[in-house]
């Protein structure tokens, strides 16, 4: 057991430290706020792998090497944890449908059915974390709304089409490599009955 936690964690701060190197990369930018990228897909596919524990440890890993990169906008303490630590962690809420998935895939040898729990479970990543940087935006970004706009439907906008944007980029992504190598997310000794 201390093997399979040990392995966890290795491959929690490996592929913490692979979002980081996606992150950036160039990504598709609209306008100064709202940039669409396919930087979560190695959370996810840990995710896929692990299940929700070691994809939140690895979310955060992510969320503090922003901070050690120095490409974290800090405005307060409390903005910090919101957006850098607890929004990149709740990425791992994809990790809720990784029976399902495993399942699909290694099981029931159903691609098709393994794939559409992947885009699901991306789905359910992507909102949980950019819930988290909705509220942030609500509370400590309210100001760069525009003048006559509700905060809440500025921060609605924004973050809503970085997550869209960016979970259907990653799920294009995950898509192409789950057809081409489900091994990815195999893990050796793990059987789902």
């Given amino acids: 057991m201390n093997k399979i936690r040990l392995q966890a ?8 430290a692979f ?3 996606l ?8 306008g100064p706020w709202i940039s669409i990228s396919f930087a979560m897909v190695p959370i996810f596919i840990l995710a896929f792998r692990w299940g929700i524990t070691v994809s939140f440890i690895s979310g955060f890993i992510w ?31 994809a990790g809720l449908m990784y029976k399902p998935i495993q399942r699909a895939f290694f099981k029931e040898q159903n691609k098709v059915k393994g794939i559409g729990f992947a885009v699901l479970a991306v ?12 509220l942030a935006g609500v509370i400590f970004w309210a100001e760069y709304a ?4 509700s905060p809440i439907l500025y921060s ?15 799920s294009i992504v995950l ?19």
């Fill in 9 to 16: 964690l290795i491959e929690a701060s490996f592929f913490a």
């Fill in 19 to 21: 979002a980081l190197i």
């Fill in 23 to 30: 992150d950036l990369l160039p990504s598709i930018k609209i």
């Fill in 63 to 93: 969320g503090l090497l922003q901070l050690a990169t120095g490409d974290a906008y800090i405005l307060t303490f409390l903005q910090f944890l919101i957006e850098y630590f607890i929004a990149f962690a709740f990425i791992g809420f």
């Fill in 123 to 134: 789905f359910i990543g992507s909102v949980a974390r950019y819930f988290w940087h909705f």
């Fill in 146 to 149: 525009p003048e006559g706009m």
């Fill in 156 to 170: 609605f906008i924004v973050n809503g089409s970085t997550m869209a944007g960016s979970a259907i980029l990653c």
């Fill in 175 to 193: 898509i192409l490599l789950l057809s081409a190598a489900p091994r990815l997310i195999q893990r050796k000794g793990v059987n789902f009955k």
